[in-house]
């Protein structure tokens, strides 16, 4: 049984091994049947009469004729239009076909003229043959080449790359600077509000008005010394209240203010008029003022303009709407700043920061504000000449920004 078994597949392999060989052979003849038939078997030939092109290179119109030998043509991405002419002949049927880098394409019927229009980027074949009562003619072969668009090659990809990488990492960089100097306002912000609530109840201030209790106690009786109490730890209270805040209403200013200048009227044994006048249409509710910015316009009022004048002090307080700012015109009826520079040395020991303070307050504030806060001090004059105070002008945005 096992030689039986041997004799059998001694047979078989080569019969296996014919089959495979001429499997492959016949594929082979297959896949260059139309190109050998057509090389082979020709019995007539066909002439390119005229290729009509726009040359990739010297992007110029370009003509070739029978004569001409050239084989290959190069087209541009954006005039990719190619003309060919056959010899007209009645009995000539004319088929072509175009394949790319894959090698594959259909045979397609035509007349003597041949357009090709939108071709792909990259190389092509072009094939032409004729056929004429069952004959088939020479195979014409041309090489189509279509050059890539600068925006499509690598290069150019590359460039944009880098750009890209350039640009974000600037971004970065500028996101992170920005990032830091908010950070930086943002302290700044803190120290100077600081400074500033430290200048407004100074120590100075703060021991006046406890000997303030003293005088208030002697000539007022305790009656007067309630009062002078009350005031003094409203104002302590509501000062500490916004330590914590940028801004304030308008409601809560004029309480402030008012607690504030009756506190200074009780040290210095003589009555501050404060009068205020608010526009109607404004809403004390909704509109803010920067906190800690008019109190200091108003101590520079009473220290520098009616303390010196040694006579009942007024201060008048204007709150308008004007061109979508809020416009506070805060009026006295002081010595005048001409009078007050004279008076210096003798109040050389008040050393009064406040002024200061509020300027660079304000600019700090005006880096989160499209309208920018302004401020203004007028002499005021009577009509012989003599001084008749200040009008300090600020100028505020009705929706005012601040860095929360």
């Not at 078989?12 to 594929?27: A, C, D, G, Y």
């Not at 009350?230 to 203010?257: C, G, H, P, Q």
Request: aromatic content about 10%; proline content about 2%.
């Amino acid at each position: 049984m096992l030689q039986h078994y041997i004799i059998i597949n001694t047979l078989i392999v080569p019969k296996l091994f014919l089959l495979r060989l001429s499997t492959i052979f016949f594929v082979a003849m297959l896949c260059n049947s139309e190109k050998s038939i057509a090389q082979n078997k020709a019995s007539f030939d066909i002439k390119i009469e005229r290729i009509e092109y726009i040359d990739a290179d010297t992007e110029k119109h370009t003509n070739l004729n029978s004569n001409s030998q050239k084989k290959e043509l190069r087209l541009s991405r954006n005039y990719n239009h190619v003309h060919i002419e056959l010899e007209e002949s009645p009995n000539i049927k004319y088929t072509y076909k175009v394949t790319n880098e894959t090698g594959f394409g259909d045979w397609k019927k035509s007349t003597n003229e041949i357009h090709l229009v939108g071709l792909s980027r990259g190389n092509h074949w072009l094939y032409i043959r004729g056929k004429s009562n069952e004959q088939i003619s020479n195979l014409l072969e041309f090489k189509i080449f279509v050059s890539t668009p600068f925006y499509l090659k690598w290069w150019f990809i590359s460039l944009i790359i880098v750009v890209i990488v350039i640009v974000f990492y600037m971004f970065l960089v500028l996101e992170a600077k920005l990032l830091k100097e908010r950070r930086d306002r943002n302290l700044q912000v803190s120290n100077l509000e600081a400074k500033a609530y430290r200048a407004q109840m100074n120590p100075h201030f703060i021991f006046n008005a406890l000997n303030g209790m003293q005088t208030a106690m002697i000539l007022g009786g305790e009656e007067e010394f309630n009062k002078y109490i009350t005031s003094f730890s409203k104002l302590i209270r509501n000062t500490i209240e916004m330590s914590s805040v940028d801004r304030i209403s308008i409601t809560d200013e004029v309480a402030y203010i008012t607690n504030y200048v009756e506190l200074q009227g009780h040290r210095l044994e003589q009555k501050i008029d404060l009068e205020f006048n608010i526009d109607s249409e404004i809403d004390q509710n909704e509109v803010f003022l920067p906190c800690m910015m008019l109190q200091p316009i108003v101590e520079n009022s009473i220290v520098h303009g009616i303390i010196p004048k040694k006579e009942k002090g007024k201060i008048t307080i204007d709150l308008v709407k004007e061109n979508e700012m809020l416009k506070v015109c805060v009026t006295d009826n002081g010595i005048g700043r001409k009078a007050a520079a004279k008076q210096r040395e003798k109040y050389a020991k008040h050393k009064s920061f406040a002024t200061q303070i509020m300027r660079d307050r304000m600019d700090i504030i005006n880096f989160y504000n499209e309208k920018k806060i302004k401020f203004s001090i007028e002499d005021l004059y009577n009509d012989n000449g003599t001084a008749a105070g200040t009008r300090d002008i600020l100028y505020v945005p009705l929706g005012l920004k601040t860095r929360h």
